[in-house]
């Protein structure tokens, strides 16, 4: 049976090897990447997914994953939970008809072409023809997967395993009135002043500066490195190889150090995989959810606090003087943590982020049940941004074209940022609780415990545990928003004084 | 048959955009890998390099190919030149047992490994076990892969393919007494002063100098790009592709700008391969003599002329002015020709350079045809320094350990560099004839002229014609040292007065 193990995890890690060496191409076509290449680029990535999809649909290896399954006396519990996961993706991948994989990826290579070109011209009727074709082919892949209740459910499941249409919509639930009536409140104080956020910040001191953030909460910059791309990303070649990339605005304090926590908190969470497990679900992260929610714990719980800028904030107005030096630490504090409903969800802030991304849910999940046509999305944006956040869109681009996902044919992606932001909230609750030291610690600036905490309660179990399972072994309880609500509350009130 | 060619075709290019990926994770891994993913790295490449093999050494890829030769009325010329090109490189393939392959990527990771930590300890017995393997390896590789006179002929063909050992002396046979000479009446007169070339030279400055430089001769750096590595290099992932890497020293302003040129120059071909030719050896260098004939070309012919610093002079100057504004153009560019035996084959001048290539011949061509030991190696080195340059090699560090190339397992790789720097003087020549005004030209930074002659005369070819066909049909001649001594004897003439 060993024999056996070691030759499924021969041909997983040669995939793996595969599938990596595609992600370092990605990488550098949005880091590196000379203009004129773009077009043999795209071919070379598609020749890697091309031989990694097939050798993961070889018979043999279905065939081993089978006996595996059946004979699983002699495996580890942790081989045992790798084999499971890996016949569980062979056959969802099987599901696929290779026709109906090919037709998906020119229709998406058509949708975001088109989506460029809407975006250009602010004109959603360029994009609307190629975006309903993608919601129908959705719609089919929910029907291929199969579904229990809602067709949405199949989708979600690709990003976070578990989730149902349901279960988001129970959540969306419990925190849409809290989470209005907190905005109201919010809204009746007087705003806080974050104008020298936008006053000259020095690129190379900003980056630096980010850096050090980096190591200082705990980023191996000889597993791992940060570069400069037009959207941040995260991605990994290895758990010995993570790669974070930033932007810079000499003119925005807020585009970059945030960002640099966010991604770091994504890198930390690959670099936490365990190595040895390279290429098999062990090695691979759980969710989406689950991500964001390192991402979202470093950023905000840590990033956002005022305990983390007791520590760095005489040293960042050391870097810049002009800007900060007549700016006190709680001014500072109040700034970075400035609610404002707007357009745009990557640049929203903690609170309204939500509404964001409830807006998405809704409108997906309407797409994909058949209730909404693509045509009515516009009117639908705008009349739920009235609603949920007051505010009106001027035009598409700044409206329902703003992100790439839909383009790319993602649908029950966006539920996951809200899902690792109230993940992040819960696991922090519980990481205080389990620390009592850990206040003055990122007081200090020492990040270390919590990051061990982290590692011994996620990051080493790989795709071993569900999210709700790696929730309830820490807490003895599945997601809970409440404990995000909490956190914004006493936030908010300290920050607005209602 | 038009059917059988695309498919050949399309074959072809998916193996090679494997080969790039594979040529992309090496440029990440000499640019920006962090140091605990050298390991898992390795294993990536190795995985690539394995599935790019059993592409091309597919059987069905072999029955196209002998179908397209047989029935070769409908292809053109250059179809018909890529097919027997690749039937050729297919039949050799066959010709390696798959457990010799992997025998010898052990033996040469060995080998490099053991290379390393001799040169940590200056200790030569530490190399010499692997490295006589891998000669033993090579001697067996000669043997599979046939030759008619000297089984050094089978190596040497690897690189330069056309190229014998007897041609081989015969060139350096050629140049010998007349290298021996100039060198003579150089050393007997006054040396010239450099000392100017070891200020202070800041490293922004000078990256920015290479680049200027790098536009100036044409590279297009909407399709490449220019990275620091430890050892300057250039790769190509197509020729929209194309990457240089060079290395600065704020001590030694020889560092960089002619590594900027010469890799400058090799970064001119690739650009110029014809692109729709991508994956297939129509659209491949035809040798490394005729790639090196193009570094060499712009490094030295042009990036060493008095014409082409008449006019960068100034604003070099303008950018370094406490190290040159003393320093006149006549002494500048004595300076940069400045010529010394020295120990170090990559550091030489252009002149004694040919002395390092012809002892790292003569030791090898030993060394395969069995006259001479693994063992005997550092005492014949030495010897051969004495004889040849007059200089004594304190240790093997600074002697016979100081390249890469043997413990990578490349014999047969060194005498291009001097086939390169002769096919340059010669090529250089014939321009020279074909564009009157190329001097004035050069004069006045215009360098596009020579460029596009380059261009037509060889970089549009890839491997449809050998290096002496190019050769031919440009100047009615072969291979022929006697323009480089030619254009030796003139310079040093100059600069040192005799």
């Known amino acids: 049976m060993q024999a056996n193990y070691q030759e499924y995890k021969r041909q997983l890690q040669k995939i793996a090897d595969v599938r990596m060496a595609a992600a370092v191409l990605n990488w550098d076509q949005e880091t590196y990447l000379p203009s004129k290449a773009a077009g043999i680029r795209a071919q070379q990535l598609s020749t890697l997914s091309g031989i990694a999809h097939e050798m993961f649909t070889e018979k043999a290896l279905g065939e081993i994953l089978l006996t595996l399954i059946k004979k699983n006396a002699e495996l580890s519990e942790r081989e045992l939970s790798n084999v499971k996961h890996s016949l569980e993706d062979y056959q969802r991948e099987q599901k696929y008809p290779t026709e109906w994989v090919v037709r998906l990826s020119q229709t998406i290579a058509e949708a975001y072409h088109n989506w460029v070109g809407a975006r250009e011209n602010n004109d959603f009727n360029q994009f609307a023809p190629s975006l309903a074709k993608l919601v129908e082919m959705k719609r089919e892949e929910a029907k291929m997967l199969g579904y229990k209740e809602h067709p949405y ?10 989730l149902t249409t349901a279960e988001m919509t129970r959540v969306f639930d419990s925190v849409k009135e809290p989470l209005k009536a907190l905005l109201a409140k919010i809204k009746s104080q007087t705003q806080v002043n974050d104008d020298f956020m936008r006053e000259q910040y020095d690129k190379d001191k900003q980056w630096e500066f980010g850096l050090k953030l980096l190591k200082n909460i705990g980023f191996d910059f000889e597993a791992g490195r940060q570069d400069l791309s037009i959207h941040p990303f995260t991605t990994n070649f290895a758990a010995s190889d993570v790669r974070l990339t930033t932007k ?14 966010h991604e770091g908190g994504h890198g930390l969470y690959e670099q936490g995989l365990p190595e040895d497990e390279y290429g098999l679900p062990g090695g691979e992260a759980v969710s989406l959810g689950i991500h964001e929610s390192q991402s979202r714990l470093w950023e905000n719980m840590v990033g956002r606090s005022f305990t983390y800028w007791k520590c760095h904030y005489s040293s960042l107005q050391e870097q810049f003087p002009e800007a900060l030096k007549r700016v006190s630490l709680e001014e500072f504090y109040a700034a970075i943590n400035k609610v404002e409903p707007s357009l745009i ?6 609170l309204t982020y939500h509404f964001h991304v409830l807006i998405r849910f809704e409108i997906e999940k309407a797409l994909i049940e058949g209730s909404l046509e693509v045509a009515q999305i516009p009117e639908t944006w705008n009349a739920k941004y009235k609603e949920y956040l007051g505010v009106e869109i001027p035009n598409d681009v700044k409206g329902c074209m703003q992100d790439i996902h839909w383009s790319h044919g993602s649908f029950g992606y966006f539920p996951t940022y809200s899902i690792g932001s109230f993940y992040a909230a819960q696991f922090f609750y519980y990481a205080e609780q389990a620390i009592p030291e850990l206040a003055s610690q990122l007081e200090s600036g020492h990040c270390a415990t919590l990051l061990g905490w982290l590692r011994e309660n996620i990051h080493q179990y790989g795709r071993q545990y569900t999210a709700d399972q790696l929730c309830q072994r820490i807490g003895g309880e599945s997601l809970n928003p409440a404990y995000f609500l909490k956190y914004a509350e006493a936030k908010y009130k300290a920050i607005y004084h209602f």
Not at 153 to 162: F, I, K
Not at 345 to 350: H, L, N, Q, S
């Open 153 to 162: 459910d199949a989708l979600l499941h690709l990003y976070e395993p578990g």
């Open 248 to 261: 810079v605005d000499e003119e925005d304090f807020n585009a970059m150090t945030w960002s640099c926590l």
């Open 345 to 350: 969800r990557i640049e929203a802030d903690e």
